[in-house]
């Protein structure tokens, strides 16, 4: 190794004797992290020589490119990404653990960090000092180099993950294994040691380095006098910074690892060293775990991708092709399955779905196809309902919507809590569905003879109606129940004057069923003045409404009791029965039963009827197809099944599909979802950040872009023999360069490149 080492003193100006400045205290944790590097800037520009970071909380780029040697900065708290990038003098000590980055390209300088350390740490460090006291992730000192005078040197006091030095061209990597860790000191993967160095050298205490561990390019070679000398100094630096005793870490054995050749490229880059490891980088996409668990199909990482690449009205027209519900759903109501399979909540929480479609609210002018012949009518205007007519409509087919309500929207107007949907909200996605030329024939409830006018009138038919009949519990007493969704509906409608909607604060309320039903119905009876603490909720398991939802009730004052099992009922109260088979009465001015409903049918053709179920559902022949029995209709939505609201706008969507398939002749292809593979994610080597940190135009940032290529070309960047090339959305990959290293595999955090056989 060339070079000199640099001194190792951490002092601050203040214990050198120096007349230093008062310390400037700044209490971090709102500041947006370009806003806080640009104090820090300010303040070093101004005189200030002692900075302290009070409650970080993952702010990125902090000390990036500060250049003044005698400046010290102290970070209280974890920052993000990007510590020290290309620092050139000053001392930053973090009072806790780091993230990726830390380093990064640094020129001069100290980092001391009291934790652990993430990914990607003094990649491209040509000079200065990183001390870290516990352990590391993966790709930990890529490509260090010496530059001129300047030797960089990296100190890790616990373990590190795969690929230590890989490319290492320069430097002092010193693996202090404090602990005595006897096995996956310096990772577990095959090859992954030091792989490709060709400069510097690499020192690891008390560790017997197995041979399949070290990489292309890298050989042990015994310990000398000189290294014992040149590393000493650096472990009782590190002992003193962290208080602990060097004696006892410099006791053990000491490994070295150095290039196997003399000049960098001799052996190691093409065309020299020898392709052995029998793989090579495919390029696959795949849908993102967030769309493929969206029963709607919304593709939010591929909406992701275009925000990122800068194509915002590209992103929102992709959305339209999903849903006409974007808002008023996605936006306010949907318990978001996306993000409960987020990758990204393993880092620090899920890319934020619901903020994003209220934030990209759709307003752009929907795109219509070629005008066709065949009319289409559409029995019920509910999700499923409106998902059908939208879709049909966008296709160039004049579609009418019939429903016996005097608005559309189902229960999304006549059921759901203004609180949780704000009409206004739900009137943007109806208009937006009305502009596209979609008539409404509404207070119209379609019965047998009208069936049979509109199957003349009309070339197809898709019934849609929703489950609208409530089915009352079969217990004794079961005339003194009243069913939740007639409750909503009186309060939703405004009929204020109702009997049953005429209480009074004190009045005793027992709802049956924990749904998402009975949180609207709940939320409905405290805005009618029935005291919170009066309310007691009883399911026969955990209830399905949304945990937080739940937890805010309960602050309220309302009760939620389970598992209880409904036994009779009266003019005074229910009895219960627990778990155990213990009764108990509970008193109750008015029960509402939030349980299941089912539709009302009997307007459908007898051969239609003939395909009901015992629970009055539509069972279909074919799980992949919308078709009846009957030619021209076709059946989507709560007649299938009770789900989601975002199930059945899936259901729909695709339910128009194969309508407009079998209208033209083509053949119906249901969509497919091929979620991409945990296996290939790497969540692990992204940083968390603070929920506060981000605006949610940027959200795309966090987005790990699972299974989908967002055209970073770092994989690109990252090949060490420039094997690999992009053209347009595609990577190619030439073979006779390639030499299976899966370095470009490594850095796709989405998991796009994957290293196969050849």
């Given amino acids: 190794m060339t070079g000199n080492y640099p001194s190792l003193e951490f002092n601050t100006p203040a214990s050198k004797g120096q007349e230093a400045k008062k310390t400037v205290v700044i209490e971090a944790g709102g500041i947006y992290y370009r806003e806080l590097n640009e104090k820090i800037r300010r303040l070093a520009l101004d005189g200030e020589r002692r900075i302290i970071l009070k409650g970080v909380r993952g702010q990125r780029y902090l000390g990036a490119g500060l250049s003044f040697p005698d400046l010290y900065l102290q970070v209280q708290g974890i920052p993000g990404e990007d510590l020290g990038f290309n620092l050139n003098g000053p001392t930053i000590e973090v009072l806790g653990h780091s993230q990726n980055a830390v380093a990064n390209t640094m020129d001069d300088g100290k980092i001391i960090v009291h934790g652990l350390g993430g990914d990607a740490l003094a990649y491209g460090m040509r000079g200065g000092q990183l001390y870290i006291r516990d352990d590391v992730g993966y790709r930990v000192g890529i490509h260090m180099k010496e530059y001129r005078s300047k030797v960089p040197v990296l100190v890790i006091g616990g373990t590190s993950g795969d690929y230590l030095g890989e490319y290492m061209a320069g430097g002092l990597i010193i693996l202090l294994n404090k602990d005595n860790v006897k096995e996956s000191v310096a990772g577990n993967s095959d090859k992954t040691l030091a792989t490709g160095i060709h400069g510097g050298e690499l020192f690891i205490y008390g560790y017997e380095i197995p041979p399949y561990l070290l990489g292309i390019g890298a050989v042990l070679t015994p310990v000398t006098r000189d290294d014992l000398q040149k590393v000493e100094p650096y472990v009782r630096e590190f002992s003193r910074v962290f208080q602990m005793k060097a004696a006892p870490l410099l006791e053990r054995e000491l490994f070295k690892i150095v290039p196997a050749g003399k000049r960098p490229f001799a052996r190691f880059y093409y065309p020299s060293y020898p392709v052995d490891t029998g793989l090579k980088p495919e390029h696959v996409e795949k849908c993102s775990p967030c769309e493929a668990s969206c029963p709607a199909g919304i593709p939010t990482g591929r909406f992701l991708r275009l925000l990122r690449l800068g194509e915002t009205e590209k992103a929102i027209r992709l959305l339209d092709e999903y849903t006409p519900l974007r808002y008023s759903c996605c936006g306010f109501i949907c318990p978001h399955i996306c993000m409960e399979n987020c990758t990204r909540g393993q880092v620090d929480f899920p890319v934020q779905s619901e903020q994003l479609a209220r934030y990209y609210k759709n307003d752009l002018p929907v795109e219509v196809e070629e005008v066709k012949e065949e009319k289409i009518a559409v029995i019920g205007a509910g999700p499923a309902g409106l998902s059908t007519a939208y879709q049909l409509a966008r296709r160039g087919y004049p579609v009418t919507v019939f429903d016996e309500s005097d608005r559309p929207g189902g229960k999304l107007y006549q059921v759901i809590s203004r609180t949780r949907l704000p009409l206004e909200s739900l009137e943007h996605d109806l208009q937006k569905i009305a502009r596209l030329g979609v008539k409404f024939v509404l207070n119209t409830r379609v019965n047998k003879g009208m069936m049979d006018n509109i199957l003349k009138e009309y070339q197809y038919v898709v019934v849609a109606v929703g489950a609208h009949q409530p089915l009352i519990p079969p217990v004794k007493g079961a005339e003194h129940l009243?069913?939740?969704?007639?409750?909503?509906?009186?309060?939703?409608?405004?009929?204020?004057?109702?009997?049953?909607?005429?209480?009074?604060?004190?009045?005793?309320?027992?709802?049956?069923?924990?749904?998402?039903?009975?949180?609207?119905?709940?939320?409905?009876?405290?805005?009618?003045?029935?005291?919170p603490g009066h309310i007691t909720v009883i399911d026969i398991k955990k209830p399905s409404a949304k945990i937080e939802d739940r937890h805010r009730l309960e602050?309220?004052?309302?009760?939620?009791?389970?598992?209880?099992?409904?036994?009779?009922?009266?003019?005074?109260?229910?009895?219960?029965?627990?778990?155990?088979?213990?009764?108990?009465?509970?008193?109750?001015?008015?029960?509402?039963?939030?349980?299941?409903?089912?539709?009302?049918?009997?307007?459908?053709?007898?051969?239609?009827?003939?395909?009901?179920?015992?629970?009055?559902?539509?069972?279909?022949?074919?799980?992949?197809?919308?078709?009846?029995?009957?030619?021209?209709?076709?059946?989507?939505?709560?007649?299938?099944?009770?789900?989601?609201?975002?199930?059945?706008?899936?259901?729909?969507?695709?339910?128009?599909?194969?309508?407009?398939?079998?209208?033209?002749?083509?053949?119906?292809?249901?969509?497919?979802?091929?979620?991409?593979?945990?296996?290939?994610?790497?969540?692990?080597?992204?940083?968390?950040?603070?929920?506060?940190?981000?605006?949610?135009?940027?959200?795309?940032?966090?987005?790990?872009?699972?299974?989908?290529?967002?055209?970073?070309?770092?994989?690109?960047?990252?090949c060490p023999r420039g094997a690999l090339t992009r053209d347009g959305e595609t990577i190619n990959v030439d073979l006779s360069l390639c030499g299976g290293c899966g370095t470009c595999a490594a850095t796709c955090l989405g998991g796009v490149i994957r290293m196969v056989p050849r």
């Fill in 482 to 531: 009243q069913a939740g969704l007639d409750f909503l509906k009186e309060y939703n409608l405004g009929r204020r004057n109702s009997n049953f909607l005429n209480l009074k604060p004190d009045s005793d309320v027992v709802v049956v069923g924990g749904g998402d039903a009975a949180v609207d119905g709940i939320e409905a009876l405290i805005a009618l003045g029935v005291a």
């Fill in 555 to 718: 602050t309220e004052g309302v009760r939620f009791r389970y598992p209880l099992f409904l036994q009779e009922a009266n003019k005074e109260g229910i009895i219960v029965k627990d778990i155990m088979g213990q009764e108990t009465f509970l008193p109750a001015t008015l029960v509402l039963v939030f349980i299941n409903e089912r539709p009302q049918l009997d307007f459908l053709p007898e051969e239609v009827l003939s395909g009901l179920d015992q629970r009055g559902f539509y069972s279909r022949e074919k799980e992949e197809s919308f078709r009846s029995v009957h030619p021209r209709i076709s059946v989507a939505g709560d007649i299938q099944g009770q789900g989601l609201v975002t199930t059945n706008i899936g259901r729909g969507r695709q339910c128009a599909l194969e309508v407009d398939a079998l209208l033209q002749g083509r053949e119906y292809l249901p969509e497919v979802k091929d979620p991409q593979d945990a296996v290939f994610l790497k969540p692990q080597k992204a940083s968390p950040v603070a929920d506060d940190e981000l605006n949610i135009e940027e959200e795309y940032d966090r987005c790990l872009h699972c299974g989908i290529c967002v055209q970073c070309d770092k994989c690109v960047e990252a």
